[in-house]
């Protein structure tokens, strides 16, 4: 039945009515219809995932980079939740920052765990910010031990209906990691491949350079970084990020080789033993045949205390995570 169905049949029934009761009667009686749904909003959070277990993985990927974890506790129902995401990935300056500097994990303020995250972040606010209440989304900044260094509530980030760009990317710059320096960090590692009679598996690499993730998380590996201790320190410069890191770079690399990632072996003195410079060029991450092949004949030029059976080993697990890069499955997670 129409609106217009609907007050002539009430006028009919009840007689001479006002016009402003039967006006009344009808928008009632339209907003009681079911009403078409509005594009679902697609989900950011999984209720299902161990909060812990997250930053657990966060938190050792920010120790070796030397970056901190950011954490925003929310659910998928929250509409400004859904606006701050959509602000980290649409604001170009925002997002490198994010990218650069930070590890990002969404908690789900309803998975295992997510409880004991947001207290140990509220216990961090002032007392007067706590006073407040703790509205979603609701950021923690945490450093490479999982200890907080900072949180946030969004309410002072918003501008109206919507985040301020320039408030959020004044909070992400504020606790960004000091950054290291190149040089430092590998005349460090040198004295530390002197004294414990190891050589240096160098790789370089940046926040932007995907292939140079999926080496470092191959490195990161447990079995392989199990194997690969018995000669090596694993050691990475990030060329963007790092001080000095372009400059050790062109020390060790020739002008005619390019791209990263780019790897060398040092011994403890700093000499040259082996690079991923390849018959094609430099080999980045090995995933086809014969950059394999090019990375264990590195390894099986330098190696001292690893074992033949080990190198095979780590010949599968490549050739393994080739086949799912082939394949478009997500990388084995360190």
Known sequence: MSSVEFVHRVKWLLGAVPIALL??????????KPKAEGPKRPAIYDPKADARAQVATATARARRDNSRVLLMFGYNGCGWCHKLHELFGKNAEIAKLIRDEYVFVMVDIESPHADELLLEGKQALANDELQKGVGFPFLEVLDGAGKVVTAQRTDPLEEGDHHDPNRVKEFLARWVSEPRDAQEVLGGSLARATSDDKRLLLHF?????GWCHRLDDFLSLEEIASILTRDYLDVKIDVDRMKNGKEVLAKY???HSAGIPWCAILDAGGKVL?????PKGNIGYPAQPEEIEHFLAMLEKTRRRIEPEQLDRIKVLLQEAAVRIKEGLRPVQP
């Open 205 to 209: 690499g940046a926040p932007w350079c």
């Open 253 to 255: 690399r020739s002008e």
């Open 274 to 278: 082996a690079t991923s410079d390849g």
């Open 23 to 32: 006006s009344t009667l009808a928008v009632a009686q339209d907003e009681a």
